[in-house]
């Protein structure tokens, strides 16, 4: 991509303590039962106290993250609004079917059919900001976010103009999702502790999460923490073909592997994405340092908004937890980073971000 797309904040509501960047991983948020669901944060800043006991979980959070991420930028009426999920809000759409069933078809409650529309959440952020411009909504499983963040660059490429766009992507999980999920071992039959879910790499399956994950991105780098400079999908990828890729986004950039300060890898415990994740890591210079992140978020559709969240923070604090790395490297400073995300379906996506 040649226009950079600069992120000015970021706000993630997840498994972690991610809402308040100051309490990141104190204390680190553990899960035993391949279960790991997000940390509610107080609603009632950004919601009406009567309109959130009509609100499923997942549109509270959704507009909760949105609000957020655009007060952290100090803008109040975006220039868009381009927003992502795999599956809306379950809860609603569960409680739909299930009195579809229940009530035979009659004389249903359309309520839980209408919020759990993929849109909802877009729909509300752009009434509480007052924005009627631009309105996307994407659905593209895996590779949902990073559809959401390549609207955004092809936008603002288009205008000379500072435009402050908001992007993010949400997903929840369920009790009865993750019931049948994993019917077709979608995750662990053999549950660890979430934190040690990289030392299960040898078996199939993941833990399964959630979460909100929404950035204030713009054309104007005043403000920004970080850029992203180039973005790339790959549908299922060999080997081979994924190492290309990597190969061939550093060269586009003028890099080399030795100039990438941090890889965050997308590694999520599954032996069958290991073909995928292993020679990446294995191909990085000494100098890079490895982190890892879905241990602390789980595996979903739209973890890689945590991942991004994550380097975002890097750039801001100049630092790395200790309980994110997975390998340390010798590099001292953090300018460059190489993002690879892969997904039980065996997609994957690369991002390069540079501090501005």
Same mark, same amino acid.
């Given at each position: 991509?040649?226009?950079?797309?600069?992120?000015?904040?970021?706000?993630?509501?997840?498994?972690?303590?991610?809402?308040?960047?100051?309490?990141?991983?104190?204390?680190?948020?553990?899960?035993?039962?391949?279960?790991?669901?997000?940390?509610?944060?107080?609603?009632?800043?950004?919601?009406?106290?009567?309109?959130?006991?009509?609100?499923?979980?997942?549109?509270?959070?959704?507009?909760?993250?949105?609000?957020?991420?655009?007060?952290?930028?100090?803008?109040?009426?975006?220039?868009?609004?381009?927003?992502?999920?795999?599956?809306?809000?379950?809860?609603?759409?569960?409680?739909?079917?299930?009195?579809?069933?229940?009530?035979?078809?009659?004389?249903?409650?359309?309520?839980?059919?209408?919020?759990?529309?993929?849109?909802?959440?877009?729909?509300?952020?752009?009434?509480?900001?007052?924005?009627?411009?631009?309105?996307?909504?994407?659905?593209?499983?895996?590779?949902?976010?990073?559809?959401?963040?390549?609207?955004?660059?092809?936008?603002? #490429? %288009?205008?000379?103009?500072?435009?402050?766009?908001?992007?993010? /992507?949400?997903?929840? +999980? $369920? @009790?009865?999702?993750?019931? &049948?999920?994993?019917?077709?071992?979608?995750?662990?039959?053999?549950?660890?502790?979430?934190?040690?879910?990289?030392?299960?790499?040898?078996?199939?399956?993941?833990?399964?999460?959630?979460?909100?994950?929404?950035?204030?991105?713009?054309?104007?780098?005043?403000?920004?923490?970080?850029?992203?400079?180039?973005?790339?999908?790959?549908?299922?990828?060999? #080997? %081979?073909?994924?190492?290309?890729?990597?190969?061939?986004?550093? /060269?586009?950039?003028? +890099? $080399? @592997?030795?100039?990438?300060? &941090?890889?965050?890898?997308?590694?999520?415990?599954?032996?069958?994405?290991?073909?995928?994740?292993?020679?990446?890591?294995?191909?990085?210079?000494?100098?890079?340092?490895?982190?890892?992140?879905?241990?602390?978020?789980?595996?979903?559709?739209?973890?890689?908004?945590?991942?991004?969240?994550?380097?975002?923070?890097?750039?801001?604090?100049?630092?790395?937890?200790?309980?994110?790395?997975?390998?340390?490297?010798?590099?001292?400073?953090?300018?460059?980073?190489?993002?690879?995300?892969?997904? &039980?379906?065996?997609?994957?996506?690369?991002?390069?971000?540079?501090?501005?």
């Amino acid at each position: 991509m040649r226009q950079p797309l600069y992120i000015i904040s970021a706000c993630s509501i997840s498994a972690q303590h991610t809402y308040d960047a100051e309490t990141f991983l104190n204390p680190v948020v553990t899960s035993g039962n391949g279960q790991m669901y997000v940390i509610d944060p107080d609603y009632k800043k950004y919601i009406n106290p009567v309109a959130i006991r009509r609100m499923s979980r997942m549109l509270k959070r959704g507009i909760t993250a949105g609000m957020r991420c655009l007060d952290d930028a100090g803008i109040k009426t975006p220039d868009a609004i381009i927003v992502g999920t795999s599956r809306g809000s379950v809860t609603d759409m569960e409680i739909f079917l299930h009195e579809l069933i229940e009530l035979e078809e009659n004389a249903l409650n359309p309520a839980g059919f209408i919020q759990s529309t993929y849109n909802s959440v877009n729909g509300w952020l752009a009434m509480l900001t007052k924005c009627p411009s631009y309105n996307q909504t994407f659905v593209h499983r895996g590779f949902t976010l990073e559809l959401c963040l390549f609207d955004a660059m092809l936008n603002l #490429a %288009e205008t000379t103009e500072t435009k402050h766009y908001l992007a993010g /992507a949400f997903d929840e +999980l $369920t @009790p009865e999702y993750f019931y &049948i999920r994993n019917k077709i071992d979608y995750y662990k039959k053999d549950l660890p502790d979430s934190f040690h879910l990289l030392e299960h790499s040898n078996t199939p399956g993941s833990v399964g999460g959630e979460g909100a994950h929404f950035f204030t991105v713009s054309n104007n780098k005043e403000n920004a923490a970080c850029a992203l400079h180039a973005l790339d999908m790959l549908h299922k990828p060999t #080997a %081979e073909s994924l190492q290309q890729a990597v190969d061939a986004m550093l /060269a586009q950039n003028g +890099l $080399t @592997p030795d100039d990438i300060d &941090i890889l965050i890898s997308g590694m999520n415990g599954d032996s069958r994405t290991r073909f995928l994740t292993d020679p990446v890591v294995a191909s990085v210079s000494p100098r890079t340092t490895v982190a890892v992140f879905k241990h602390l978020c789980g595996e979903y559709d739209t973890a890689s908004g945590f991942g991004l969240w994550l380097a975002n923070y890097f750039f801001s604090k100049q630092s790395i937890p200790a309980e994110v790395v997975y390998k340390k490297g010798t590099s001292e400073r953090i300018q460059n980073i190489l993002f690879c995300n892969v997904t &039980i379906s065996g997609n994957a996506t690369l991002m390069l971000l540079k501090g501005v």
